[in-house]
Structure formats: C-alpha cells, structure tokens
C-alpha cells in the first residue's frame, strides 16, 4: 500500500481541494522500520497575528486552521495509523481533533510533554517586529547562532521580601534534549509501526533533527509550515541510519511550493533529481510549476537531464538554460550560485527581489546539495525519483532553508 489519496473518493465526495497526493511514492514500513508521520499544528491566533507562542498556551486555532488540518486529514486518510502522539497545547489538541475528523477514524491520542514547543519566556506574546525591535542583540543570537541563545525568564516577585531567582535557559538546546529522551521513550513502543506526531515548527525541528544528526547549530534550516507534514523512518537494525523521507509537504493545502517565511529577498532553488523513469510524473510537475516564474535553469549534459529539463520548462520559453558537462556541475553550480547571490545583493533596495532557478542533475548531485544544507550524512536523507525539493537562500542571512523535500505529484 502507498502512502497516497484515494482520488476517486475524494472527486466523489466533492472535495474542492487540489486532490493531489502529498505523500512521497513508498511502501509501508516493513517490520525492520517504524515511520514516523509529523505534522505541525494548523494555523492558530498568534500566526495569524506574527507572535511568538514557545509553549504559553493562549493560541487557538483560527477558521483557516481548522480547515486546513481537516485537510490534512483527509491527505492521510489512506494510511495507516498504529498511535498518535501530541504537544498538551490547546493549538495542537484542536489540529488532532481535526486531522482525526478529516481521516474519519477514532484513535487514542497520547499526549507527551517532551512535544510542547521551544520555552521562550521572555518572547511569548510578543510581535516579531517588536522583537526584533527591542531585542536586537538577542535576536541576532537566535538567527546567527540558535545554540548559544540563551533567555532569562520573566519572574514575578511573589513579595516585596521575596528573592527574584532569574535561571538562565538555553531554548535549543533544552529542546533538542526534550525531543532526544521522546525518541528514545516512544520508538521502543512500536516497532515496525507507523505512529502520527502532531507537535510544533520548533520541536518538529528538533525532532528530525536529533534523528537525522543535524546540528543545534543548524536549528533554522529546516521551515515547518502550519500543517506541514514529513517523515522519518526507523531502521530496527542498529548499523542502519534513520532516514529523512519527506519533509515540509503541504501540496494538500492547494500550496503549489511552501510559503516562503521571511520575505521575498533571495535566491530559491527547486531541485529535481534526473532519473528519466517516469515522464508522467514530470509532466505533472511541470503542470504544478506552470505557475511559477522561473528565471534560469541548470543542467547536466546527461540525457535524462536534458529531457527533464525540456519536459519541466515547457510551460516557461523565456526561461535562461544553461547546460553544463556533467563532470564540470558542481563548480559551475557553485559559480552561477555566487553570481546570482551578487546580483540580488546588487538590488537590495528592491524588497521584492527574488530568483527562482530550477537545477536538474543526477541524483548523487541532488542528494550532495540537500547533505551541504543539512550539514549530515548522506545516508540520512532518502531521495525519491520524480520528485521536487526545494531550498531557499535569504539574502540577509547566512543559513540556507530547506522549505521541503521530495514534493510528489501523483
């Protein structure tokens, strides 16, 4: 069984959503490994009002929220559910309710401390803008080096003779322990299962994090979109690493490519790996990215690189292609990356400048990038054929984000 929409159910139902599936082509976990489903809560109050929520629990879900995770509900209907597992916050609560509706079963839902989202006492409540306002240096501390952030909490004096104790805490890395004591809790417990984790953009970081060996250094590199889902799978055999399946898909909520998240300054790349096996699912990519301007293209002088990348830009004439020996990718890569990075900096005044470059290529090269980004090991990251992965490069900072990976079109 695959991890798809049933789509003729859906047509019949009347569903009025883009009904394409936004589960990667796999099959079930064997007995050998335990998947592991996640999916960030749906978009709640403090989103919509751009507020730092960290686990204060006075966020609920807006009507958009509530749609969307019955959407993704209905996205994960066909497959199969062994236990579900939540944050204890009022957000996530009403998401599971929802996704639990849209994939019309009935499970118990076990609730973990270990998922409530990053502590952020100080910030909880607070705008982004008056953030980044008041809390320059700080701020700058969490986007530049997110593991060395530390917060003192806001405690209030219960007398006027009563000692104010004030305990630093480091935000990340409390969170990153957090979710490495859930995994070693919970795996245990379902072996060969496919177990649901709906939880927070932080702790789901965390989560594929600690898994996957990615660094607290690098805790914003992956985005968490509202209602978002990736997976993981759990060799049970200790010499085998788990892997990163999918990441960040939310083509169930009608999203042609994952909203960007800090303003349209910067370099985004969509990347597609050639293995020519499948022309029906390229087309159907190309159909999805008919939409969205694309203003260069590079590729290897392989064959299959060259007909994906003919079948992909069909819908996009003016499109610049450049074509490369393949022996010669990676350096020409890295030089129209340099070049087009100088270009955006040249129009920083423009605040809407972007670029949008489509990289077709072998998927060793493909997988190399992705690794680059994530800063771990190859062997974590599972790349499917015919599939799209995205990374975005913000003009105003140094880390690179991987808004998602291994978007499917079927």
Same mark, same amino acid.
Request: with cysteine.
């Given at each position: 069984?695959?991890?798809?929409?049933?789509?003729?159910?859906?047509?019949?139902?009347?569903?009025?959503?883009?009904?394409?599936?936004?589960?990667?082509?796999?099959?079930?976990?064997?007995?050998?490994?335990?998947?592991?489903?996640?999916?960030?809560?749906?978009?709640?109050?403090?989103?919509?009002?751009?507020?730092?929520?960290?686990?204060?629990?006075?966020?609920?879900?807006?009507?958009?929220?509530?749609?969307?995770?019955?959407?993704?509900?209905?996205?994960?209907?066909?497959?199969?559910?062994?236990?579900?597992? !939540?944050?204890?916050?009022?957000?996530?609560?009403?998401?599971?309710?929802?996704?639990?509706?849209?994939?019309?079963?009935?499970?118990?839902?076990?609730?973990?401390?270990?998922?409530?989202?990053?502590?952020?006492?100080?910030?909880?409540?607070?705008?982004?803008?008056?953030?980044?306002?008041?809390?320059?240096?700080?701020?700058?501390?969490?986007?530049?080096?997110?593991?060395?952030?530390?917060?003192?909490?806001?405690?209030?004096?219960?007398?006027?003779?009563?000692?104010?104790?004030?305990?630093?805490?480091?935000?990340?890395?409390?969170?990153?322990?957090?979710?490495?004591?859930?995994?070693?809790?919970?795996?245990?417990?379902?072996?060969?299962?496919?177990?649901?984790?709906?939880?927070?953009?932080? !702790?789901?970081?965390?989560?594929?994090?600690?898994?996957?060996?990615?660094?607290?250094?690098?805790?914003?590199?992956?985005?968490?979109?509202?209602?978002?889902?990736?997976?993981?799978?759990?060799?049970?055999?200790?010499?085998?690493?788990?892997?990163?399946?999918?990441?960040?898909?939310?083509?169930?909520?009608?999203?042609?490519?994952?909203?960007?998240?800090?303003?349209?300054?910067?370099?985004?790349?969509?990347?597609?790996?050639?293995?020519?096996?499948?022309?029906?699912?390229?087309?159907?990519?190309?159909?999805?990215?008919?939409?969205?301007?694309?203003?260069?293209?590079?590729?290897?002088?392989?064959?299959?690189?060259?007909?994906?990348?003919?079948?992909?830009?069909?819908?996009?004439?003016?499109?610049?292609?450049?074509?490369?020996?393949?022996?010669?990718?990676?350096?020409?890569?890295?030089?129209?990356?340099?070049?087009?990075?100088?270009?955006?900096?040249?129009?920083? !005044?423009?605040?809407?400048?972007?670029?949008?470059?489509?990289?077709?290529?072998?998927?060793?090269?493909?997988?190399?990038?992705?690794?680059?980004?994530?800063?771990?090991?190859?062997?974590?990251?599972?790349?499917?054929?015919?599939?799209?992965?995205?990374?975005?490069?913000?003009?105003?900072?140094?880390?690179?984000?991987?808004?998602?990976?291994?978007?499917?079109?079927?």
């Amino acid at each position: 069984m695959q991890l798809k929409l049933n789509k003729k159910r859906l047509e019949d139902e009347g569903d009025k959503r883009n009904n394409q599936c936004p589960m990667p082509h796999a099959p079930c976990p064997i007995p050998d490994f335990t998947r592991v489903i996640l999916v960030r809560h749906a978009q709640s109050s403090y989103n919509a009002q751009k507020r730092y929520q960290g686990s204060c629990d006075d966020s609920v879900l807006t009507d958009k929220g509530r749609s969307d995770a019955y959407q993704t509900g209905v996205a994960l209907r066909d497959v199969r559910i062994d236990a579900v597992y !939540t944050s204890p916050l009022r957000r996530v609560q009403q998401t599971v309710v929802e996704i639990l509706r849209g994939m019309k079963v009935e499970k118990p839902v076990f609730t973990s401390a270990h998922l409530k989202e990053i502590d952020m006492p100080a910030w909880q409540g607070l705008t982004y803008k008056y953030v980044q306002e008041h809390f320059a240096a700080d701020y700058r501390c969490w986007k530049e080096r997110p593991h060395e952030f530390q917060m003192i909490p806001q405690v209030e004096r219960q007398s006027r003779s009563a000692i104010c104790v004030q305990q630093q805490c480091f935000p990340v890395l409390d969170l990153y322990d957090r979710a490495d004591q859930f995994w070693q809790e919970i795996l245990p417990l379902h072996t060969g299962k496919t177990i649901l984790i709906v939880s927070h953009s932080g !702790t789901i970081r965390a989560l594929i994090s600690t898994a996957i060996a990615i660094k607290s250094e690098q805790y914003h590199v992956l985005q968490q979109s509202n209602c978002g889902i990736s997976i993981l799978n759990f060799s049970t055999l200790k010499h085998q690493q788990p892997q990163l399946e999918a990441m960040n898909i939310t083509t169930h909520l009608s999203e042609v490519l994952p909203k960007l998240k800090d303003g349209k300054q910067g370099l985004r790349l969509l990347l597609v790996p050639a293995t020519d096996t499948n022309p029906h699912l390229i087309n159907q990519l190309a159909e999805r990215l008919q939409a969205v301007p694309i203003d260069f293209s590079l590729n290897s002088d392989l064959e299959s690189s060259q007909h994906t990348t003919e079948q992909l830009l069909k819908y996009h004439p003016k499109t610049v292609q450049i074509q490369v020996l393949h022996q010669y990718f990676p350096q020409i890569l890295q030089q129209k990356f340099s070049s087009q990075r100088a270009t955006i900096s040249s129009n920083e !005044t423009d605040s809407t400048h972007f670029i949008t470059g489509l990289i077709v290529a072998c998927p060793s090269i493909i997988q190399n990038l992705l690794r680059q980004v994530l800063d771990t090991s190859p062997e974590c990251l599972q790349l499917i054929p015919d599939t799209l992965s995205v990374i975005y490069y913000p003009l105003k900072s140094l880390t690179p984000v991987l808004q998602a990976m291994n978007i499917n079109n079927s």
